[in-house]
Nanobody, 123 residues
Protein backbone atom coordinates (compact mmCIF):
# COMPACT_ATOMS: atom_id res chain seq x y z
CA UNK A 1 0.00 0.00 0.00
CA UNK A 2 2.64 2.52 1.08
CA UNK A 3 5.54 3.03 -1.30
CA UNK A 4 8.85 3.73 0.43
CA UNK A 5 12.23 4.54 -1.12
CA UNK A 6 15.41 4.69 0.95
CA UNK A 7 18.54 6.59 0.05
CA UNK A 8 21.77 7.78 1.63
CA UNK A 9 23.57 4.52 2.28
CA UNK A 10 27.18 3.97 1.41
CA UNK A 11 30.65 3.18 2.68
CA UNK A 12 31.94 5.08 5.68
CA UNK A 13 34.88 4.75 8.04
CA UNK A 14 34.31 3.78 11.67
CA UNK A 15 33.50 6.86 13.72
CA UNK A 16 31.92 8.61 10.78
CA UNK A 17 28.34 9.61 10.05
CA UNK A 18 25.63 8.96 7.51
CA UNK A 19 22.12 10.30 7.10
CA UNK A 20 19.54 7.99 5.58
CA UNK A 21 16.36 9.30 4.00
CA UNK A 22 13.09 7.55 3.25
CA UNK A 23 10.61 9.13 0.88
CA UNK A 24 7.00 7.96 1.11
CA UNK A 25 4.27 8.22 -1.48
CA UNK A 26 0.66 9.05 -0.79
CA UNK A 27 -1.25 11.68 1.12
CA UNK A 28 -1.49 10.12 4.58
CA UNK A 29 2.17 9.93 5.59
CA UNK A 30 1.55 12.13 8.60
CA UNK A 31 -0.80 9.50 10.10
CA UNK A 32 1.76 6.67 10.10
CA UNK A 33 4.30 5.68 12.65
CA UNK A 34 7.59 5.16 10.82
CA UNK A 35 10.64 3.11 11.55
CA UNK A 36 14.05 1.91 10.51
CA UNK A 37 15.21 -1.71 10.50
CA UNK A 38 18.45 -3.34 9.53
CA UNK A 39 19.58 -6.81 8.55
CA UNK A 40 23.12 -8.09 8.45
CA UNK A 41 24.11 -11.33 6.71
CA UNK A 42 23.17 -14.35 8.79
CA UNK A 43 21.16 -12.32 11.29
CA UNK A 44 17.50 -11.60 11.85
CA UNK A 45 16.07 -8.22 10.98
CA UNK A 46 16.62 -5.79 13.86
CA UNK A 47 14.23 -3.01 14.85
CA UNK A 48 16.53 0.01 15.04
CA UNK A 49 14.28 3.01 15.62
CA UNK A 50 10.65 4.11 15.50
CA UNK A 51 8.83 7.44 15.55
CA UNK A 52 5.18 8.36 16.02
CA UNK A 53 3.10 10.46 13.66
CA UNK A 54 4.10 13.82 15.10
CA UNK A 55 7.71 12.99 15.91
CA UNK A 56 7.41 13.59 19.65
CA UNK A 57 7.72 9.89 20.58
CA UNK A 58 10.66 7.71 19.59
CA UNK A 59 12.05 4.25 20.17
CA UNK A 60 15.68 3.13 19.84
CA UNK A 61 17.33 -0.22 20.09
CA UNK A 62 19.92 -0.38 22.85
CA UNK A 63 22.58 -1.03 20.25
CA UNK A 64 22.11 2.41 18.66
CA UNK A 65 20.84 4.53 21.54
CA UNK A 66 22.81 7.74 21.88
CA UNK A 67 24.32 7.41 18.41
CA UNK A 68 21.33 7.35 16.03
CA UNK A 69 18.49 9.85 15.75
CA UNK A 70 15.22 9.26 13.91
CA UNK A 71 13.23 12.26 12.72
CA UNK A 72 10.55 13.12 10.21
CA UNK A 73 9.33 15.98 8.07
CA UNK A 74 5.67 15.40 7.32
CA UNK A 75 5.52 18.31 4.89
CA UNK A 76 8.08 16.44 2.77
CA UNK A 77 6.72 12.92 3.39
CA UNK A 78 10.19 11.94 4.55
CA UNK A 79 11.71 10.16 7.53
CA UNK A 80 15.41 10.33 8.37
CA UNK A 81 17.94 8.33 10.31
CA UNK A 82 21.00 10.28 11.39
CA UNK A 83 23.75 7.81 12.24
CA UNK A 84 26.77 9.08 14.16
CA UNK A 85 29.79 7.34 15.66
CA UNK A 86 29.30 4.43 13.29
CA UNK A 87 30.81 1.06 14.14
CA UNK A 88 31.61 -1.92 11.92
CA UNK A 89 28.78 -3.82 13.61
CA UNK A 90 26.35 -1.27 12.15
CA UNK A 91 27.03 -2.72 8.71
CA UNK A 92 23.74 -3.96 7.28
CA UNK A 93 21.02 -3.29 4.78
CA UNK A 94 18.79 -0.61 6.26
CA UNK A 95 15.07 -0.63 5.55
CA UNK A 96 12.43 2.02 6.06
CA UNK A 97 9.02 0.80 7.22
CA UNK A 98 5.54 2.18 7.83
CA UNK A 99 3.21 1.30 10.69
CA UNK A 100 -0.42 2.13 10.00
CA UNK A 101 -1.44 1.21 13.55
CA UNK A 102 0.65 4.05 14.93
CA UNK A 103 2.52 1.87 17.45
CA UNK A 104 6.01 3.21 16.91
CA UNK A 105 7.58 0.88 19.48
CA UNK A 106 6.09 -2.45 18.29
CA UNK A 107 8.18 -4.27 15.71
CA UNK A 108 5.46 -6.62 14.45
CA UNK A 109 3.15 -3.74 13.47
CA UNK A 110 5.45 -2.42 10.76
CA UNK A 111 4.00 -3.87 7.56
CA UNK A 112 5.15 -1.81 4.56
CA UNK A 113 8.80 -1.87 3.55
CA UNK A 114 11.19 -0.09 1.26
CA UNK A 115 13.79 -1.79 -0.91
CA UNK A 116 16.67 -1.15 1.47
CA UNK A 117 19.95 0.74 1.28
CA UNK A 118 23.36 -0.74 2.09
CA UNK A 119 25.43 0.76 4.89
CA UNK A 120 28.99 -0.49 5.21
CA UNK A 121 31.26 0.69 8.02
CA UNK A 122 34.93 -0.09 7.62
CA UNK A 123 37.40 -0.44 10.46
Amino acid sequence: QVQLVESGGGLVQAGGSLRLSCAASGRTFSSYAMGWFRQAPGKEREFVAGINWSGVNTYYADSVKGRFTISRDNAKNTVYLQMNSLKPEDTAIYYCAANLRGTWWIKRDFASWGQGTQVTVSS
